[in-house]
């Protein structure tokens, strides 16, 4: 029995195209052709065909199917590899879905990290950057640490008015929203560790990760979010000397009225109480 090459793809439930790929490919034995110059495909040809288009079914890619042999070969080692790799791709896949039914859920944004759907709809529009631009710098502690950070630790009025601050903001405003703010540092980091030593946490090292981190800080913040935020920092690790810098060196740049230095007098030494 000999068949052509379109009565042969009927029979395998392919079609000539594919035929011609696997020729091209060496995966099917060119046939010899009739004198009118038609191929004569015969049954060896068939049961390849029949054994190509099973394997493709299972998922062995093409290029994989010539390394398996023919029929009379054992194909296990090709099918155990195989095997772990749909494993991989389901795992993948229901990950995806969880995420996909948690974002359902809670009507968040796609763009977030795994796992941060539940938080989606309560971040501000720099928290949402952070979050999006930590995921590419730091490990799955960090993010893991931030998300329970995110969802467990209630938002203040200190963190409202901090966001809502505009870079008009007085000099008065800016010290006293560090001095709500720097006793909040200290019990995060010990709650969440990696707030202490982010580097430790980078993915690629720790100067890339804090230099990245600057910039976008710069970019988020303007200048009297980030002074408040160097101010609560300073406040926090006690660093009078350089408070005391940072007070000498505004003052050059924006002289203070007398009232404005009552006002921001320095928070790490005890205020005199007027004797008259």
């Known amino acids: 029995m000999a068949w052509s090459t379109r009565e042969l793809a009927d029979l395998a439930g392919t079609t000539v195209k594919a035929v011609r790929h696997y020729h091209k490919l060496g995966l099917l034995d060119e046939p010899e052709r009739k004198t009118n110059g038609y191929k004569q ?18 998922g062995v890619p093409l290029s994989q199917v010539a390394s ?9 080692e090709s099918f155990r590899v195989l095997d772990l790799e749909l494993e991989a791709t389901i795992g993948r896949l229901q990950r995806i879905r969880g995420e996909l039914a948690a974002i359902r859920y809670h009507g968040g944004a796609a763009d977030l990290p795994a796992g941060f759907a539940p938080v989606a709809n309560e971040l501000t529009d720099s928290e949402r950057s952070l979050v999006m631009i930590y995921s590419r710098l730091f490990d799955d502690t960090a993010m893991d640490e931030t998300r329970r950070m995110l969802q467990y630790e209630p938002r203040t009025d200190a963190d409202t008015e901090f ?3 505009t870079e008009e903001a007085d000099r008065a405003t800016r010290r006293r929203l560090s001095e709500k703010l720097a006793p909040m540092i200290s019990p995060l980091v010990e709650q969440y560790p990696w707030l202490g030593d ?5 993915t690629k090292s720790a100067a ?3 230099g990245t981190i600057s910039q976008v800080l710069h970019d988020i913040y303007n200048r009297a979010q980030l002074e408040v935020l160097y101010r609560a920092h300073l406040i926090n690790t006690g660093a009078a000397g350089d408070l005391a810098a940072l007070e000498a060196a505004l003052e050059v740049a924006q002289p203070a009225t007398p009232t404005q230095r009552r006002a921001t007098a320095d928070p790490l030494t005890p ?5 008259q």
């Open 41 to 58: 495909y015969q049954m060896p040809h068939l049961m390849r065909l029949l054994q190509i288009s099973r394997l493709a079914d299972l």
């Open 68 to 76: 398996m042999g023919r029929a009379d070969q054992d194909p296990d």
């Open 163 to 165: 966001e809502a601050m």
């Open 198 to 202: 982010p580097g430790a946490h980078a």
């Open 208 to 210: 890339y990760a804090n």
């Open 271 to 275: 205020r005199r109480q007027d004797t």
